[in-house]
């Protein structure tokens, strides 16, 4: 009998479920009564009126999908719009909008760097980076996590190289900012150019949310990039690269992940563009997230559970170990609270904990409610 090619998969399956690293689909309802602190709908604005009225409308008017690539048929005056208003927004001089963040990252790592180039990565840094990173053909190294004296220390040991290096500006993990300024600083001194994922950053940081660079005072500088996603604060889908004109003319020409793949929607592109606008008309909104994060890392310390200080919108509450995790969140679910889950491996630093989104909507009560919540299904600490 021939044996079947995909056998293999019955193997990897058994080893994922001994280690207890089994992930399943869950397919949500149009409606749920579920308080959602697990998505990263920071300002709430996903199921704004305003923002599906406005994803609709361009779905009418320009059709369910892109029909191409944005180099053939992908761009419409939509397309054209949400760049110039992203990239005045951020304070960049341009911005080149991909179908998710995801591709953001790989198209600017895959452009911006040489087969003979440097890569120097923060060991927190999402996984897109990482991929990224791989797909470049740079040679990558890996810095411990926020330290800008080891990235120092390998441009010095790289001389003359063409090197970039990248950071998220928010870690999605534990919520913790990257010291951007230290970093651009070590760049200038070093002739890098630095790439900064603020996918966590915009809509939250910043003034009125224009984002973490914003907030460093990075905004526009000279060799500096940004990427980020439209499926956060701005509650749609999408990723951008924000940079200098040249920067961004030369993705257009370079980026595979650009060249090769089909234009984002017109609705998720005319979804994002009034959550922008509307962060504009709203900019306390972004205020607002933080302060529910620092109000939720107030309550959970005074409760006696380890959660990490958030910078942003991302509050990490400590688990002690994989499986607490697991049972933690599952038991927040059964009460009706929807946390995420981060253990092994998807955490390099091998530290599980349930992750809390700080949403800009969120009501005196349900914040109430949360907390309850996630203070009553607390594992026993040992």
Known sequence: MTQDPFDWTDDEARRRERAGLVRALRPRPAGQDLLDLASNDYLGLARNPAVTGAAADAARRWGAGATGSR????STDLHAELERELAEFCGFEAALVLSSGYAANLAALTALTARDGLLVSDAGNHASIVDGCRLSRAETVVVPHARPDAVAKTLDAHPGRRALVVSDAVFSVDGDAAPLAELAGVCRTG??????DDAHGLGVLGDGGRGTLDAAGLAGAAGVVATLTLSKSLGSQGGAVLGPARVIDHLVNAARTFIFDTGLAPAAVGGALESLRLLRREPARAGRAREVARELHRRFTDAGLTAVRPDAAVVSVRAPSPEAAVRW?????????????FRPPSVPDGVSRIRLTARADLTAAQIDTAVRTVVAAAPPRP
């Open 71 to 74: 180099l053939v048929t992908g």
């Open 191 to 196: 002739g890098a150019a630095l790439l900064v």
């Open 329 to 341: 969140a599952a038991d927040c679910r059964t009460a009706g609270l929807a946390v995420g889950c």
